[in-house]
């Protein structure tokens, strides 16, 4: 286990309210786990575009995925709307491409989930967010947080009030630093995979042959 520089872990929330509880509860998680050792960071959503409506060199797009390859871990806290997570929350993860030329941004990478309620306490957010995790190639940590009644756990400077809920984001950081620092350096390892080693053989095996002739040779079935 490699303790030579602090574990990356980056935020990202899912509403642009003045009082956000889902950035709220974000960077009262991202004090926690400072506390732990983390180095943090946010990505703040104002003013990304809609996917595909601009290219991908816009400049906000370009600081989201400078960001989460500079990430070890990351942390998604989303409001509950309409019975998932927020548009803006999925906006953001659909600008992150699983891959970017022979690099893979988030491929290994350690999200923890998380979700604030209007109401009573609900999993249909964080439930679609290990879905996303899981599509996204990362190591989705067991546990997870759903706070409800966001609006009655915070105190008027944006700090969370003591409860089994804030127990509950410190038992979730605890877990996301430690999962972090034990994965990281072996992704490579984890990751590797027998279909892809097979396609670099048949890659290179065609470019053999293609020096060997001339020729472009025929891509192997």
């Known amino acids: 286990m490699s303790f030579d520089h ?54 906000k797009v370009q600081e989201l995925r400078d960001l989460v390859s500079w990430s070890e871990g990351q942390v998604w806290c989303s409001p ?19 891959s970017l030329g ?37 190591f989705t940590i067991p546990n997870q947080s759903s706070v409800p009644k966001a609006y009655q756990e915070f105190n008027e400077d944006g700090t969370m009030k003591a409860s089994a809920y804030r127990d509950r984001i410190i038992d979730v950081m605890e877990e996301l630093y430690k999962f972090t620092l034990l994965l990281r350096d072996q992704v490579d390892y984890l990751t590797d995979r027998y279909s892809e080693r097979q396609a670099e053989t048949a890659k290179q095996a065609n470019k053999i ?9 025929a891509p192997s079935a």
Not at 39 to 55: A, D, K
Not at 80 to 98: A, C, F, R, V, Y
Not at 103 to 121: D, E, L, N
Not at 209 to 217: N, R
Request: net charge positive; aromatic share 8%; glycine share 10%.
């Open 80 to 98: 509950e709307m309409h019975g998932t997570l927020s548009g803006l929350m999925k906006h953001q993860i659909d600008w992150i491409p699983l």
């Open 6 to 59: 602090p574990p990356r872990i980056l935020f990202l929330y899912g509403s642009l309210r003045d009082r956000s509880y889902s950035r709220l509860l974000a960077e009262e998680a991202a004090r926690i786990i400072e506390n732990f050792g983390a180095e943090v960071r946010f990505f703040h959503p104002h003013g990304l575009p809609l996917h595909g409506s601009v290219p991908d060199s816009h400049p």
């Open 209 to 217: 042959v293609s020096q060997a002739t001339g020729t472009d040779a």
């Open 102 to 138: 022979a690099v893979r941004p988030t491929q290994g990478k350690t999200p923890a989930v998380m979700q604030v309620c209007g109401g009573s306490q609900s999993y249909n957010a964080v439930n679609a967010l290990r879905v996303l995790g899981r599509w996204m190639r990362m």
